[in-house]
C-alpha cells in the first residue's frame, strides 16, 4: 500500500505544540505525559529530588509507574503504564551504550513490574527532543500513532487504521513517511510491536534505526516481560520520534572534556582488545555460544545438558563466515565502537507470509542462538535466522519464546502433551519446521501457538489440569520464576546463578544478577 493511501486513512485526535529548550547537565527538567484514553498531552517537571533519588532510565520509569498505578491494577487496566526513559548521558556520541533506554511496565507474564533496556534511535531522540521520559497511559478506542516532532515542538496523536502491524513492514512505512527525502530516513525512530504481541503474553517493542548503508529500518528489541502485549492492548500502533542535529554537546555536561578523554580511552581499549577478548565487533553477544558449550552451561533440551555435539553448527564463526555482514559499521547509535549489533543480510525466508522474501535480520544475539537453538535442539543456523526474523517482526520476546518452546518439546518427548492436543505438530526437540508453525500460530491467534504463547507458568496449569499433567514434574522441568521464562543459561551447577535468577525483583534475567561468568568461568565466586 502507498504511503499516500496510508496518510489518507488517518484522522488526527489531537495536536499539540511545545516549546523547545537545550538540556542542561544532561535533562530537559521535564517529561512527557500522554493519555491516549482522552487524549491529554501535558508537560510534567523533574525535580531535582527526582534527579537525586531516581536519576534517569529505569529510576524515572518505576518512580512513574509507582504513582500511576495502585497494588490492584493489572497489566491490561487502562491506568498501566508503558514508561521509557534514558538517563542524563543518553546519546552521547563520545562512547559506547548510550543509544539505551529503558522501558517499565507492568508485565502481563507476571503481574509486576518489568524493564526491558533496548538500543536504537528512539531514546537518544527523546531526550534531544526535549523530553527525559515518554509515560503513555489509558487505552484508546482504535489503532493510534503517536508522532514527536523533536524540531518543530510538535506532538500529534492520529488514528491509523491502514498501516501494517509486524514490524518490519511497519518500521518501514513510517520511516517512509515521516522522512522528507532518503538522507531524512536517518532522523526517524519507530517504536512498534507486531501481530503476534496481540494474541500472546510475550509481545516484544522494536525499536528501529536507519541503516544508511543497507537502506533499511532495523530494529532493537525491549524484550522482556511482555510489554510489547501491553502495548498492542492499549491500540497502539507505534510511536515515532524525528529529530536533526545531532552533536557531541548537546547533553551540556558539566564538563565535556571528561567524557572525551574517557571516550578516547574506551575506544582505544576496543580497538586493541576487542578481537582477542570478546569480538563484539564481528559478532556480538553471539561470541559467548562456544564458551558456553565448552564450559557445559549452554543450555540444551530445556536445560537438561550444557553441551551438546552440534553446538559446532551453530558457533558463532558459522555466522560470521556464512551470514552476518562484516565490514559494515554496526552501532545502533552514533559513535558507538562496539558496534555490536550485527545484522545478516539478504537472507531468504522459507516459511510464513513472508515465504520468499529476502529480509535483513538483526542478531543473532547469544540469548537468541541459545534459546531458539541449542535449548530448542535446533542446530540449524537458517533455521535460528528464521525463527529470529520472525520474532521481531511478529512483537515476540525471543528468551520466552525459545524458553517456552523447549518446555513444549519437552512435555511432547514425555507424552504430557500428543499430536491431538497441539494440533498435528509434532514438537520433538530439533523440529524447526514445527517451530516455524508454532510461531505462526502465534501471529494469528490460532491453535496451539495460542495456548503456548500465554508462556509456561500458565501452561504448566493448563497441562496439568487439562491434558493430566503431574504437576511436580511441570514445575521440575517448567524454568520459570515469577511467571517469566528463564533467559539462556544453565544453571544447575551454580549456586550463584540459581540465587541471582530467584531474587531478581522481576524474574530469572540475567541483566539484573549476570553472575554465571564470574562464577563458573571466571572462578570469582566459590560456589
Request: with cysteine.
Amino acid at each position: 500500500m502507498d504511503i499516500a493511501t496510508l496518510k489518507a486513512g488517518r484522522k488526527l485526535l489531537k495536536e499539540q505544540t511545545y516549546e523547545l529548550k537545550d538540556l542542561y547537565r544532561g535533562y530537559a527538567d521535564r517529561t512527557l505525559y500522554i493519555n491516549i484514553s482522552d487524549n491529554t498531552i501535558k508537560s510534567k517537571p523533574v525535580t531535582q529530588w527526582m534527579k537525586d533519588k531516581f536519576v534517569g532510565g529505569k529510576g524515572f520509569g518505576l518512580h512513574y509507574l509507582w504513582d500511576a498505578v495502585t497494588p490492584e491494577t493489572k497489566w491490561d487496566d487502562p491506568e498501566n503504564e508503558i514508561v521509557i526513559a534514558g538517563g542524563p548521558i543518553c546519546g552521547i556520541t563520545q562512547y559506547a551504550g548510550t543509544g539505551k533506554a529503558l522501558v517499565c511496565s507492568i508485565s502481563p507474564l507476571t503481574d509486576i513490574p518489568i524493564d526491558s533496556n533496548v538500543g536504537g534511535y528512539f531514546g537518544p531522540y527523546l531526550k534531544f527532543a526535549g523530553w527525559d521520559a515518554l509515560e503513555i497511559q489509558g487505552k484508546a478506542e482504535n489503532d493510534v500513532i503517536v508522532f514527536i516532532d523533536g524540531n518543530k515542538g510538535i506532538i500529534r496523536i492520529e488514528e491509523a487504521p491502514l498501516e501494517a502491524i509486524d514490524a518490519h513492514v511497519l518500521g518501514e512505512q513510517l520511516t517512509e513517511m515521516y522522512a522528507d527525502n532518503e538522507e531524512d530516513k536517518k532522523h526517524i525512530a519507530v517504536v512498534t510491536a507486531g501481530s503476534a504481541a496481540d494474541h500472546t503474553r510475550i509481545g516484544l517493542l522494536n525499536f528501529t534505526f536507519y541503516d544508511q548503508r543497507r537502506k533499511v529500518a532495523r530494529l532493537k528489541q525491549a524484550g522482556r516481560g511482555g510489554i510489547g502485549t501491553v502495548f498492542r492492548d492499549k491500540k497502539i500502533k507505534a510511536l515515532v520520534i524525528k529529530f536533526q542535529g545531532v552533536t557531541g554537546d548537546l547533553n551540556n555536561a558539566a564538563d565535556v572534556s571528561v567524557l572525551n578523554e574517557t571516550g578516547i580511552k574506551y575506544h582505544r581499549q576496543m580497538h586493541d582488545l576487542d578481537e582477542s577478548q570478546n569480538n563484539m565487533r564481528a559478532i556480538g553477544t553471539a561470541n559467548i555460544i562456544e564458551v558456553m558449550d565448552q564450559y557445559d552451561l549452554l543450555p540444551t533440551h530445556n536445560f537438561k545438558f550444557g553441551s551438546h555435539p552440534d553446538t559446532k553448527n551453530i558457533a558463532s564463526t558459522v555466522f560470521i563466515d556464512n551470514y552476518v555482514t562484516q565490514g559494515l559499521p554496526d552501532g545502533c547509535w552514533r559513535g558507538c565502537s562496539m558496534a555490536c549489533a550485527k545484522a545478516a543480510d539478504n537472507f531468504e525466508l522459507k516459511s510464513g507470509p513472508y515465504k520468499g522474501d529476502r529480509v535483513t535480520i538483526d542478531g543473532p544475539e547469544y540469548e537468541n542462538a541459545a534459546g531458539l537453538g541449542s535449548n530448542c535442539g535446533i542446530f540449524c543456523p537458517e533455521g535460528i535466522l528464521e525463527l529470529n526474523f520472525y520474532c521481531d517482526t511478529y512483537g515476540i520476546d525471543t528468551i520466552s519464546f525459545g524458553t517456552l518452546v523447549a518446555f513444549v518439546m519437552d512435555c511432547y518427548e514425555n507424552g504430557i502433551i500428543n499430536k491431538e492436543i497441539t494440533g498435528g505438530l509434532e514438537l520433538n526437540f530439533g523440529n524447526k519446521e514445527a517451530t516455524f508453525e508454532l510461531i505462526h500460530q502465534m501471529s494469528r491467534g490460532e491453535g496451539f501457538g495460542k495456548i503456548a504463547g500465554q508462556g509456561i507458568l500458565r501452561m504448566k496449569k493448563i497441562f496439568a489440569e487439562e491434558y493430566g499433567g503431574d504437576p511436580d514434574f511441570l514445575f521440575d522441568i517448567g524454568c520459570e520464576q515469577k511467571g517469566l521464562e528463564y533467559s539462556e543459561y544453565l544453571s544447575k551447577e551454580s549456586l550463584a546463578q540459581q540465587g541471582g535468577y530467584g531474587f531478581t525483583n522481576k524474574g530469572p534475567q540475567h541483566d539484573e544478577a549476570w553472575l554465571i561468568f564470574m562464577d563458573m568461568i571466571n572462578n570469582q565466586i566459590p560456589t
